[in-house]
Nanobody
Framework: QVQLVESGGGLVQPGGSLRLSCAVSRNISSINDMNWYRQAPGRYRDWIAGITNRGVVMYDDPVKGRFIISKDITKDTIYLQMNSLKPEDTAVYYC????????WGQGIQVTVSA
């Protein structure tokens, strides 16, 4: 079992920034890859960013150039720095650990609104 706890969400104005954190209950170097997903109202949960245990990062097109995924192996924590936020970024954001199998955090709300 792996427990994941997201933090750092909230309300931000368009053009603003937020940093999400995901604290993991085991050594993240032993996990195949760590990922961020999001689910907007009425939509499926979409993958948006991932980082492998070797540090290779990948992004979905809607967030490429604006979001940055990173990890701190000393804290067993991954981060999602979100810049230039848009109203369409509003969603519940989930941290996912692909051990495998996949484990999920509880999700955290991010709302981008004036």
């Amino acid at each position: 079992q792996v427990q994941l706890v997201e933090s750092g969400g909230g309300l931000v104005q368009p053009g603003g920034s937020l940093r999400l954190s995901c604290a993991v209950s085991r050594n993240i170097s032993s996990i195949n890859d760590m990922n961020w997903y999001r689910q907007a109202p009425g939509r499926y949960r979409d993958w948006i960013a991932g980082i492998t245990n070797r540090g290779v990062v990948m992004y979905d097109d809607p967030v490429k150039g604006r979001f940055i995924i990173s990890k701190d192996i000393t804290k067993d924590t991954i981060y999602l720095q979100m810049n230039s936020l848009k109203p369409e970024d509003t969603a519940v954001y989930y941290c996912g650990a692909n051990v495998p199998p996949m484990f999920w955090g509880q999700g955290i709300q991010v709302t981008v609104s004036a």
